[in-house]
């Protein structure tokens, strides 16, 4: 049962670090795929019509992503120096 529990465990952080990474990249691209000076190019994404509301939308889960990627790197990393 153990190495079940380990298997899916690992699965999960594969699933997860690829979410983290797939939302990393759509908040950094999302400022140079919309046009900010025609608000018809981001009125019908999620957090339009507002420009605010989009950027929102997009980069924030991005950031989140980053700073809990960053932060189980981190962990991880002194878990093994010790």
Not at 2 to 9: A, I, V
């Amino acid at each position: 049962m153990t190495s079940e529990h380990s298997m899916g465990r690992r699965i999960l952080y594969v699933l997860l670090l690829a979410l983290g990474i797939y939302l990393i990249v759509r908040a950094v691209a999302e400022p140079f795929v919309i046009d900010f000076s025609d608000p018809l190019s981001y009125q019908g994404d999620w957090g339009g019509p507002s420009l605010i509301g989009v950027l929102a939308v997009h980069i924030v889960p991005g950031v989140i992503a980053a700073a809990l990627l960053v932060r189980a790197f981190l962990r991880r990393r002194g878990q093994t120096d010790t």
